[in-house]
C-alpha cells in the first residue's frame, strides 16, 4: 500500500531528528518507491522527506525537473532522485530570500533567506554515494529537506507574529 498520508504540524515526529540508514534492502527499496509516489501524488510537490511519512530515516526524494536541476548521476531523466544520508558538503556565499511551503504545513507560505548553491552528498538506494551541485529552487529544496531530516520546520524562519498565527490556524484544523 502505498503511502498516501502525510505527517502535518503539530505532530511531534516532525521535530524529531532522523536516524541514519543503515541496511540498504528490499524495504528500503519499497520504502523509495513509495515516497516517490506519495510525492507525485501532490501537484507541484518538489520534494518529500521520509519523516513527512511517519519514517524517521534520513531520506529525501527532489523531484528535480520540477526544482530546475540539471541532470543528476544517479537519474537516467531529470525527475525524482532519491538522497539516502544527505549532507552539506559545500555551501556557497550567495544568499537568497524566497517563498517556501511545505505539505506539513498546508496553506502556509514562508519567505526563507537560504545559501543560493550548495553542493549535497548522499548514497543511492544501492547505497553508492554520489555528490551533486545545486543552485537556485534546486537548492532550496534540497535545503528544506534537511531540515526535515534534522526536524526543523518552516515555522522556525517565520517572525514570532507570523509563526504563532501558523501555529494557532493549523492547531485549529487538527481539532
Not at 51 to 58: D, M, P
Not at 108 to 115: F, K, L, T
Not at 132 to 159: N, P
Request: hydrophobic share 40%.
Amino acid at each position: 500500500m502505498p503511502l498516501t498520508k502525510i505527517v502535518t504540524y503539530p505532530d511531534p515526529l516532525l521535530l524529531e531528528s532522523s536516524l541514519p540508514v543503515v541496511v540498504f534492502d528490499g524495504a528500503l527499496r519499497k520504502l523509495c518507491s513509495d515516497l516517490t509516489d506519495a510525492m507525485y501524488m501532490y501537484d507541484n510537490a518538489i520534494g518529500l522527506s521520509a519523516v513527512q511519512v511517519g519514517t524517521s530515516l534520513r531520506i529525501f526524494v527532489l523531484n528535480c525537473g520540477l526544482a530546475g536541476a540539471e541532470l543528476v548521476p544517479t537519474s537516467a531523466t531529470i525527475g525524482p532522485t532519491i538522497f539516502i544520508n544527505p549532507e552539506l558538503s559545500w555551501v556557497g556565499e550567495a544568499r537568497a530570500r524566497g517563498p517556501e511551503g511545505c505539505l506539513s504545513l498546508p496553506g502556509v507560505s514562508i519567505a526563507v533567506e537560504r545559501p543560493s548553491s550548495v553542493r549535497v552528498r548522499a548514497a543511492t538506494i544501492e547505497g553508492v554515494l554520489f555528490e551533486v551541485q545545486a543552485d537556485g529552487i534546486y537548492a532550496r529544496a534540497v535545503q528544506h529537506e534537511l531540515d526535515h531530516l534534522d526536524g526543523k520546520l518552516l515555522l522556525s524562519y517565520a517572525g514570532y507574529t507570523k509563526r504563532e498565527m501558523v501555529k494557532k490556524k493549523l492547531s485549529k484544523g487538527k481539532r
